[in-house]
């Protein structure tokens, strides 16, 4: 017994102080893509970057894109709508893998990218909120929409 203990003792010390890390879904890609437009036909993954076009028959009604951040330690895939014209029609968190700071996927402080363009400031605390608790996680999603916005400006325009 005193030989299994020594050595599994370490293992499990470890494993009791380390911090667990659970993956959240919080949408599909399919479900986001329909709550962004609800009266789209068909979405036409037409780019190679996981960059879908919203129709609702032979018309473009914006675009869909799902990219990922890191949080603090994982990676936080979300997915960003966007009208025709550039502007962010709405922004879903699709999986978030850290054990603290999910609020970045409540719908309040989504919100706070609709209607945001390229030549928006996008930074966190300016014109975006940050979350007590998850500073790392506001401002990476933060980026990441920014970097989308610039993207549509020099691909997808």
Do not use: C
Not at 15 to 22: F, G, Y
């Amino acid at each position: 017994m005193d030989e299994w203990i020594k050595w599994t003792g370490s293992a499990a010390s470890v494993l009791a102080i380390s911090s667990p890390a659970l993956a959240v879904e919080y949408v599909s890609v399919a479900a986001a893509q329909k709550l962004a437009f609800p009266s789209a036909t068909r979405f036409v993954e037409t780019y190679p970057q996981r960059i879908w076009k919203a129709q609702t028959g032979d018309k473009a009604i914006g675009f869909f894109i799902v990219d990922h951040v890191i949080g603090k330690h994982l990676m936080i895939d979300y997915a960003v709508a966007l009208e025709p014209d550039g502007r962010v029609r709405r922004v879903e968190i699709l999986q978030y893998r850290e054990s603290y700071g999910g609020e970045v996927a409540n719908a309040s402080w989504l919100a706070q990218f609709i209607g945001k363009t390229s030549g928006s400031a996008l930074e966190v605390n300016q014109d975006i909120r940050n979350i007590a608790g998850a500073t790392l996680s506001s401002r990476h999603v933060t980026e990441g929409v920014k970097r989308i916005l610039a993207y549509y400006e020099s691909h997808l325009r």
